[in-house]
């Protein structure tokens, strides 16, 4: 925009606000537990995280049946089953796990009991028989620990996804089109994305948020950039991630800026020691923060963040385990406070 546009300074600073807001991706003001069509028959409803622990949710009315994003907590799960059949009466024939974290993949049970089949790719179920020891027979696992402090997991059980895809499931009535697909690691190593291609809508799950929701402990931060380079060449206009507001393709650019610039300022200390490393993380995160684009992505869970891409460059922990229970505690928040409370015990 030329300056001199807006001739006096109140308008130049509107002017500078309007441009800002308009460049800053992602910022779509949805609200918590709010159903949004996006597009005929598409829905989005964000999850409400820091009460409940919930991941966002999608779903998309196809001529015979409905197609569910994410099977959310059981609790989360209860909160959209009759705000999906408020909207239409067709049976919800499928949810689709994002991935196998018990916020996108433990009601899957309640999805069941409605008719539904659990869909995800088949590395969901291979991080299932990982982490998810109770339910295949060794030691108590996720499932169990979560079930301490979540009545609603605890009044449910696990239900692991029983139609499996190794790299994409097309749904497509003529009218609308659905393809899942697995672009690589990222968040886990089972991450799947539900594509729109007529409507240019991306569901990401966790892949890609928008806000300080970023967990790594299950992925790969240098795979993970290279799955959200795969995403972004799909040209999505509406990102729909795993937890946060909705937003603009811009969203996923962000997402992957995110992490290059994260792996950027550790693989400057990659050779240093523990301590050292750890010892620079307020800088790290105080520089991040200066950047407009990122700072939405840098929360307290940043040390942990730090020395999860240090280990995957070669690095050992860092000596006291503080930093991966911060890291541990954000997303156990993300799962609920309790359960962050219980595991900090
Ligand atoms: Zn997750």
Redesign the pocket.
């Known amino acids: 925009m030329k300056s001199g546009f807006f001739p006096d300074p109140f308008a130049r600073l509107a002017s500078r606000i309007l441009i800002s807001v308009t460049a800053a991706t992602g910022f779509c003001s949805a609200e918590v537990n709010q159903v949004e069509k996006i597009a005929e028959d598409v829905y989005f409803h964000e999850g409400d995280i820091k009460g409940h622990g919930h991941c966002n949710n999608g779903w998309v009315v196809f001529e015979d049946y409905v197609l569910v994003i994410d099977a959310n907590f059981p609790s989360g799960a209860r909160e959209i089953l009759p705000k999906i059949k408020a909207i239409t009466d067709k049976p919800i024939r499928f949810a689709f796990d994002t991935?196998h974290?018990g916020?996108?993949a433990y009601g899957n049970q309640l999805w069941v009991d409605n008719g539904a089949v659990p869909i995800a790719h088949t590395g969901v179920v291979e991080e299932m028989k990982k982490y998810e020891s109770g339910y295949f027979g060794g030691k108590p696992g996720r499932w169990e620990e979560a079930a301490k402090s979540r009545p609603d997991v605890a009044s449910s059980k696990l239900k692991p996804p029983t139609l499996l895809f190794p790299s994409e499931l097309i749904f497509d009535d003529g009218k609308h089109r659905v393809e899942l697909h697995h672009f690589g690691v990222a968040?886990t190593h089972g991450d799947g994305f539900a594509w729109l291609p007529r409507e240019k809508i991306l569901f990401t799950g966790?892949a890609c948020v928008n806000g300080p929701y970023n967990?790594l402990a299950d992925g790969d931060t240098g795979e993970w950039v290279k799955t959200l380079e795969a995403a972004r060449k799909l040209g999505a206009t509406i990102i729909c991630p795993?937890h946060g507001p909705r937003g603009n393709g811009g969203v996923l650019d962000d997402q992957q800026a995110f992490f290059m610039e994260l792996r950027k300022q550790v693989k400057k200390y990659a050779h240093k020691k523990p301590e050292e490393v750890k010892a620079r993380v307020d800088a790290i995160k105080a520089d991040m923060q200066k950047n407009e684009r990122l700072a939405r992505y840098v929360g307290n869970s940043l040390s942990g963040q730090v020395e999860k891409v240090y280990v995957e460059m070669g690095g050992k922990p860092f000596g006291n385990k503080q930093a991966a229970a911060e890291e541990h505690w954000q997303h156990a928040e993300a799962h609920g406070r309790e359960l962050a409370q219980k595991n900090a015990r």
Do not use: I, V
């Open positions: 991935h974290h916020d996108h968040h966790d967990y795993g």
